[in-house]
């Protein structure tokens, strides 16, 4: 299932066909029409698995999307995962340099500086048994930085083969309006509007999961064998 997932994600990331598997995206009424990206932003979404990355392709298809990949997915299987991260196109970021990796952060800059799009999974790793950890503060500084909306979507179930997937979009989040007059960017500021970004993820979560109930699906809990 892996390997499907993975080469029909290359097909659409690389020739922008509408080959999608079975999604079913849920949105509020207030987000209609909304998830049409014109310009640059950031597409976020919680990370549970390894195919996380082709959801996003998927959920977001009209659109080409740089994601940022962790150097360790390059080292876990040099001949398979290198060339589809490669495929994709993704930006190889090193979560390791305590200083931050500034090469990747200058292309993702460049990027959304000439009207791309990059997806982020703002935890940094995939979370297991349900402990969701703190947003990264890379995505509130890129979005302050180049003035970028943020699509948030929320994976509401592991994929599974055969298996439709639901996936939750909420409204962009556009962090100048919760900046105060005049205000410059800090440490403070960054981690204040990081706060906001997960408080609001977490509400969409919570949407998405009602959503599911209200059609008698069983909420997926996120539990990695």
């Known amino acids: 299932p892996l390997l499907v997932l993975l080469l029909t994600t290359i097909i659409v990331n690389k020739n922008k066909k509408k080959i999608l598997p079975k999604i079913n ?3 509020d009424k207030t987000t209609k029409n909304k998830w049409k990206i014109k310009n640059n932003a950031i597409v976020t979404s919680n990370h ?20 940022l990949a962790a150097e360790v997915l390059y080292a876990s299987n040099p001949k398979i995962m290198t060339h589809f991260l490669n495929a994709m196109n993704c930006i190889r970021i090193n979560n390791e340099i305590e200083t931050g990796d ?3 952060f200058n292309d993702a800059i460049n990027i959304l500086k000439s009207f791309g ?14 402990e969701e950890t703190n947003y990264k503060e890379g995505v509130s500084v890129l979005a302050y930085l180049t003035n970028s909306p943020i699509y ?6 592991r994929y599974r083969l055969f298996h439709r997937q639901y996936i939750m979009r909420g409204n962009p989040i556009y962090l100048k309006d ?8 800090s440490i403070n500021t960054i981690k204040r ?33």
């Open 25 to 27: 995206l849920y949105e």
């Open 48 to 67: 549970i698995s390894f195919i996380d990355p082709g959801l996003m392709v998927f959920a977001n298809f009209n659109r080409r999307i740089r994601i």
């Open 102 to 104: 500034l090469a990747a």
């Open 117 to 130: 799009v990059i997806g982020i999974f703002p935890e940094g790793h995939i979370y297991r048994n349900n």
């Open 152 to 157: 948030p979507m929320i994976i509401l179930k």
């Open 178 to 185: 919760y900046l105060e007059d005049n205000e410059q960017l």
């Open 193 to 225: 509007l990081t706060n906001i970004l997960q408080t609001k993820n977490k509400e969409l979560k919570e949407l998405g999961l009602k959503r599911l109930e209200s059609l008698g699906k069983r909420a997926y809990q996120y539990h990695i064998e």
